[in-house]
């Protein structure tokens, strides 16, 4: 039996290869995901909330992994409906939806989350910072600061309820690109289709995967990953020109001007225009050939910086 760090090596390997990721499903017989599974979700607040059943962390066991790799093997696991609840927002005091799931479904859910941050995350882009190891709102924060110096528009994106809006066609047709596992992908279809309980009454989930769900916020990150490679490779080319800004023309009169009264030996005329050229760009911040157009997401909220015309942003 392979350890845990084992079977995520080869998948991050695979997944930075590009290569298609098949016998997914059979990792899941492996005790050691499901023990590395528990060690990282067990302090959770949420471990001892419980979802529609009363089962919480304090039930867990050795006997209780050997029972879910049963069902497993046969493919009689089912995810059951997570329970709904609703909490207030900070910024504006609306609510937002969330989900808690039981805390078997949460241990197979951190298993399957595991297995595919492993295997997508050496493929995301640089440029997404939500949910990802090493990375948070304050790596985005700092690339702005640092690298998109002379940005002159920004355009703010906001995806609405997000998490609710998935397709799940599309989010399993995304996972069937490079994920050739029916038995793994069918996993996935059951968790998303297993509805949930709002007032004890079970209701469909024809979109979306669960706010508070373990797996949610890495299969954002795949769907969201096409928008990412479409800035990439189609937006950020097409408004992007010049290797730099022409030289501002005014600056150049100012350093001419200092070769000629250095010439006539003015020192003051000298100090007096280095000031004058210390407060002026070098390069022509309105060079009509010149464009730059920056990304960077993190979750659902995207930014992007452009240096040209309004008309253009």
Known sequence: ???AETVLGVLRERGRRGLPCEELYRQLFNPQLYLLAYGR????KGAMTPGVTQETVDGMSVRKIDRIIDAMRHERYRFRPVRRVHIP???NGK????GLPTWTDKLVGEVIRLLLEAYYEPAFSDRSHGFRPGKGCHTALREVANTWTGTTWFIEGDIADCFGSLDHEVTL???????????FLRLVRNMLKAGYLEDWVWNATLSGAPQGGVV??????????KLDEFV???LIPEYTRAKLRARNPEYRKVEQAIVRARRRGDRAEVRSLYRRLHSLPSQDPNDPNYR????VRYCDDTLLGFVGPKAEA
């Open 1 to 3: 039996m392979q350890s």
């Open 41 to 44: 979700i067990y302090a959770n």
């Open 89 to 91: 927002k900070k910024q």
């Open 95 to 98: 609510t937002r939806p969330l």
């Open 173 to 183: 047709q995304l996972l069937g690109e490079k994920i050739h596992d029916q038995r």
């Open 216 to 225: 949610s916020p890495v299969i954002s990150n795949i769907y969201l990953h």
């Open 232 to 234: 990439e490779k189609t």
């Open 292 to 295: 730059r157009l920056r990304y």
